[in-house]
Nanobody, 125 residues
Framework: QVQLVESGGGLVQAGGSLRLSCAGSGRTFSDWAMGWFRQAPGTEREFVAAISRSRDYTYYADSAKGRFTISRDNAKNTVVLQMNSLKPEDTAVYYC??????????????????WGQGTQVSVSS
């Protein structure tokens, strides 16, 4: 079992920044590749960013490239999503998730085994 808890969401004006954190507990955090997803009302959950176990690789949705940065600290069992230049269309509930390495596409929700409860991000225009 892996428990994930997100924090750092909130309300911000367009152009602002937020830093989301995900704290992991349970099984060895460094065994898991991690991802961030988001879901706006009435839409499907969509991929935002992912990072490999040892931070060698990072991946971003087109909508996040150049604005968001994913990072992790295995010693602290945390993964962070730094979000800059936020837009109203970034408004959603953001989830972190854990998956086994080499378990398929990093952007497919079906390949993730554990999920946090989500944190709300709201961007006003």
């Amino acid at each position: 079992q892996v428990q994930l808890v997100e924090s750092g969401g909130g309300l911000v004006q367009a152009g602002g920044s937020l830093r989301l954190s995900c704290a992991g507990s349970g099984r060895t955090f460094s065994d898991w590749a991690m991802g961030w997803f988001r879901q706006a009302p009435g839409t499907e959950r969509e991929f935002v960013a992912a990072i490999s176990r040892s931070r060698d690789y990072t991946y971003y949705a087109d909508s996040a490239k150049g604005r968001f940065t994913i990072s992790r600290d295995n010693a602290k069992n945390t993964v962070v999503l730094q979000m800059n230049s936020l837009k109203p269309e970034d408004t959603a509930v953001y989830y972190c998730a854990a998956r086994r390495p080499y378990s398929g596409s990093y952007s497919d929700t079906r390949n993730y085994d554990y999920w946090g409860q989500g944190t709300q991000v709201s961007v006003s225009s």
